[in-house]
């Protein structure tokens, strides 16, 4: 079972852009997918996307076109960008090890979108 | 892509079975077996108890159980006990642009 950990910015004014970083430990990055999941009070949880270790990525469509997900399997890290942020953008970012199941979840990171 | 519809509280006193539905369409639920259940405690990181629609991971209680028929998706806890009461998700891939969806959350309690 590996452990992930977020880490960025609690904190983000409207129209920039989070970013966020996951460090994986205790497990190899390789031949495996790995996700952003974001949970708010009005939305519940929804999927952002994914990186396969290859690179290859694949997003939720309502958020594609401000969104980017990328690995440095060097680091054991993987990313996520969010550009434009609003207000509906406020939620507990997760990120997970997996695309389609979840089964390990790092702890996850609340951000706020403020002025 | 809309979130999957799930009762929004399911109640049942300890001991007994309650089931949660997760209702789709063709185009998720109905069309992949590659349905999972999360059970998420408040303040609590999600918790993985079903995937692929009836398969257990290791450590999971064999009291959950899961199911798929048509375009709904169910999750079967028997023998409720006080420790099961916390909101439940579901998640299906949908092959489309969108590719997973979450359920609207099922808060489960126990009497």
């Known amino acids: 079972q590996v452990q992930l950990q977020e880490s960025g910015p609690g904190l983000v004014k409207p129209s920039e852009t989070l970013s966020l970083t996951c460090t994986v430990s205790?497990?190899?990055?390789?031949?495996?997918?790995w996700s952003w999941i974001r949970q708010s009070p009005g939305n519940g949880l929804e999927w952002i996307a994914y990186?396969?270790?290859?690179?290859?990525?694949n997003y939720n469509f309502s958020l594609k076109s401000r969104v980017i997900i990328s690995i440095d399997t060097s680091k054991n890290q993987f990313s996520l960008k969010l550009n434009s942020v609003t207000a509906a953008d406020m939620a507990v970012y997760y990120c997970?090890?997996?695309?389609?199941?979840?089964?390990?979840w790092g702890q996850g990171t609340l951000v706020t979108v403020s002025s | 892509q809309s979130a999957l519809t799930q009762p929004a509280s399911v109640s049942g006193s300890p001991g007994q079975s309650i089931t949660i539905s997760c209702t789709g369409t063709?185009?998720?639920?109905?069309?992949?077996?590659?349905v999972s259940w999360y059970q998420q405690h408040p303040g609590k990181v999600p918790k993985l108890m079903i995937y692929?629609?009836?398969y257990r991971p290791s450590g999971v209680s064999n009291r959950f159980s899961g199911s798929k028929s048509g375009n709904t998706a169910s999750l079967t806890i028997s023998g409720l006990q006080a420790e099961d009461e916390a909101d439940y998700y579901c998640?299906?891939?949908?092959?489309?642009?969108?590719?997973?969806?979450f359920g609207t959350g099922t808060k489960v309690t126990v009497l």
């Open positions: 990186v396969h270790y290859s690179g290859k990525t």
């Open positions: 998640n299906s891939y949908t092959g489309g642009s969108t590719s997973y969806v």
């Open positions: 997970v090890r997996g695309a389609g199941w979840y089964a390990d």
């Open positions: 205790g497990g190899s990055m390789n031949n495996e997918y």
């Open positions: 063709s185009s998720d639920v109905g069309a992949y077996n590659y």
């Open positions: 692929d629609v009836n």
